[in-house]
């Protein structure tokens, strides 16, 4: 084994074990939570390695990165999760790849992505993120918005509902925010009973956000280790 891969498989074991501990802990079977490894930064190798072991979920943050490390691991038989920021104007090389937009917060992007999908013959699986916490500047729509925002997409052709996405705020304990995104969770199955996905938790929370019913956590550090400190 090559010294990367020993790493990588060192840092998925270990995660494999808090997942599993989270998950006992919650009376959750681990099949319940998907694990999506964040590769941003980098090299699609390592996406190759991770696939290797066994990991199936690749996240990426931006399009410039993604879209070429998707074409190198083509033939790999990946899902890929698009979780980062999203101008409209992306929305078509995105489609050309990803599987599910995990941050979907606004209408405009909710008509690119449908119109790029049906160009491109795919369907996106759209997650709606939820702002959590104080700020107007975080990322995500505020919970209010959010049933408009998710009947648009699961009535735009070309996409389907997946559920809601959220990233607790730095400092301090997650659960407050995480319990709330569980809140929003399930008054949105209340109108869309498949939209069942709640992607919460990355390397620091995935504990909590497991607690709080994620079925997605999204992984970068711990599984890759530290990226370099411009993202
Ligand atoms: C980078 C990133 C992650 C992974 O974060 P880590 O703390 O490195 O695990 C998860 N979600 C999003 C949206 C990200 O941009």
């Known amino acids: 084994?090559?010294?990367?891969?020993?790493?990588?498989?060192?840092?998925?074991?270990?995660?494999?074990?808090?997942?599993?501990?989270?998950?006992a802990a919650a009376g959750r079977p681990r099949e319940d939570v998907t694990l999506v490894a964040v590769t941003k930064t980098f090299p699609a190798s390592d996406v190759r390695i991770l696939a290797d072991l066994g990991v199936r979920h690749i996240g990426e943050n931006r399009d410039q990165d993604?879209?070429?490390?998707?074409?190198?691991?083509?033939?790999?038989?990946l899902t890929w999760h698009f979780v980062g920021a999203l101008q409209t104007n992306k929305a078509r090389s995105v489609a050309g790849y990803a599987d599910w937009v995990h941050s979907v917060d606004r209408d405009r992007l909710v008509a690119a992505l449908g119109k790029a999908a049906r160009r491109a013959g795919r369907t996106l699986r759209c997650l709606i993120e939820v702002r959590l916490g104080e700020g107007e500047e975080r990322a995500g729509a505020a919970p209010a918005d959010v049933p408009r925002l998710a009947d648009l997409a699961a009535s735009t052709e070309g996409l389907t509902l997946g559920g809601v996405m959220g990233i607790a705020p730095l400092g301090g304990s997650p659960d407050p925010a995480f319990a709330?995104?569980?809140?929003?969770?399930?008054?949105?199955?209340?109108d869309h009973p498949g939209a069942s996905a709640i992607s919460a938790g990355m390397s620091a929370d995935?504990?909590?956000a497991v607690r709080y019913g994620a079925t997605h956590v999204r992984i970068g550090t711990a599984l890759l280790g530290i990226r370099p400190p411009n993202r």
């Not at 993604?66 to 038989?77: M, S, V």
């Not at 709330?180 to 209340?190: F, I, P, Q």
Request: hydrophobic share 55%.
């Open 1 to 23: 084994m090559g010294d990367r891969k020993a790493e990588l498989a060192a840092n998925l074991a270990a995660v494999e074990e808090r997942l599993a501990a989270a998950c």
């Open 66 to 77: 993604a879209a070429p490390k998707a074409e190198a691991c083509a033939d790999l038989d």
């Open 180 to 190: 709330s995104l569980a809140e929003v969770a399930e008054r949105l199955r209340a």
């Open 206 to 208: 995935l504990e909590s």
